[in-house]
């Protein structure tokens, strides 16, 4: 699968499917996919249909395993869950979309825009949610993948710069008529399998209220306990030979620990120093609160000017380690976002 899932089917409406066989259309038509988007409440009800008709018919027509996050008071977003071959998962989406247009929400609202009295030119909008991860293998150098399978397909594409609340995960909306929708997901499914590897300790969107899910809640208050004492240990004095030894020694059996696992994640080099904090605290804390090992290359590794975190660990501490990671990242920039509000509220008092 392109992205790991932690939904069982008891969290999930319309989740039963069987396999079905057909022809081969695409390369890594063999390939199992697991796709996920976000719809509101209004639209999920509409794709699972009355009674779980339509659940049941795009099922029956395409082989895919389909179903949708259980409602959550106060809030309005749900979860579309897709897993079966690249195929059958881009077919799911284009029916998707149809039954989008086919039934509008409302006019303030409309799933999809009408561009002339033929269906087949609607416009339906998909919001997918892909990994932090995978969003280069999508979106390419310089914006050259994106680009290509806008141009192939005929879709409109925004990929959102921000992470969703608790998560590693992106919306990247996928406007377009039901056909290059379809084509739109058989391209990026594509990118997502080849490079799927890439998608291991993706922490999954989870739509609750406050936008906090259950798993950050531990997180929060193991934070709380935690004492500085003012000395990072990336600044501690350099160890002796007997140290180093048993370092070596340590470091060798914690490597060959079948439970390890190593994860690479690429961080802009000018967020760098809000990862580490002064004198080496933020990630420390960071080290402390995952029990992951996390080394940060000293170059960037490529002309992205973006550098390379090795986290090292169980995978349920580099989910720790990653979700740390990424929620200091969410406020640095909602930190810089609030110092360019204030700058451009300075600029328009003083052009009073």
């Known amino acids: 699968m392109s ?18 066989e057909g022809e081969q259309h695409y390369e890594y038509d063999d390939a199992q996919l697991l796709l996920r988007a976000l719809v509101s409440t209004k639209e999920a009800g509409v794709i699972i249909g009355k009674g779980g008709k339509n659940v049941v ?11 949708v996050s259980k409602v959550v008071q106060g809030v309005h977003d749900r979860v579309l869950t897709v ?7 881009a077919k799911a989406y284009s029916l998707i979309a149809q039954t989008l247009l086919d039934n509008p ?45 806008q141009d192939t397909s005929g879709v409109r594409m925004i990929a959102s710069k ?30 997502l399998i080849e490079d799927k ?6 922490i999954l969107y989870n739509p609750t209220k406050g936008g906090a899910s259950s798993g950050a809640t531990g997180i929060n208050e193991r934070r709380g306990s935690i004492t500085r004492t003012g000395n990072g240990s990336d600044f501690s004095p350099a160890p002796t030979d007997y140290q180093q030894r048993r370092a070596s020694t340590t470091s060798q059996h914690f490597l060959n620990d079948p439970s390890i696992r190593t994860q690479h994640i690429s961080i802009p080099s ?28 000293k170059v960037p590794h490529d002309e992205s000017g973006e550098r390379m975190f090795t986290i090292q660990g169980t995978p349920d501490s580099n989910e720790r380690a990653l979700y740390l990671l990424y929620g200091q990242l969410e406020n640095e920039k909602e930190r810089r976002l609030r110092g360019v509000s204030h700058d451009d509220i300075l600029e328009e008092e003083e052009g009073m």
């Open 3 to 20: 992205q790991p899932s932690n939904a069982s089917s008891e969290h999930y409406e319309g989740f039963h499917a069987q396999d079905t």
């Open 57 to 67: 018919e795009l099922r029956d027509s395409t082989g895919v395993k389909a179903g």
């Open 83 to 89: 897993s079966g071959t690249l195929e059958g998962v």
């Open 105 to 149: 929400i409302s006019l303030t609202t409309p799933p999809a825009t009408p561009s002339s009295g033929n269906s087949a030119d609607s416009v339906a909008t998909i919001r997918l949610l892909i990994s932090h991860n995978l969003m280069g293998t999508v979106i390419g150098r310089q914006g050259a993948k994106i680009k290509l399978i």
């Open 162 to 191: 921000t992470l969703l609340p608790q998560s590693t995960e992106r919306v990247v909306e996928v406007r377009g008529t039901v056909e290059s929708v379809r084509l739109a997901v058989l391209e990026i499914g594509q990118c």
């Open 197 to 202: 590897e890439r998608a291991y300790g993706t």
């Open 270 to 297: 000018d967020m760098v120093g809000c990862i580490i904090g002064k004198g080496g605290s933020k990630i420390s804390e960071i080290r402390r609160l995952s029990g992951s090992r996390i080394s940060i290359a």
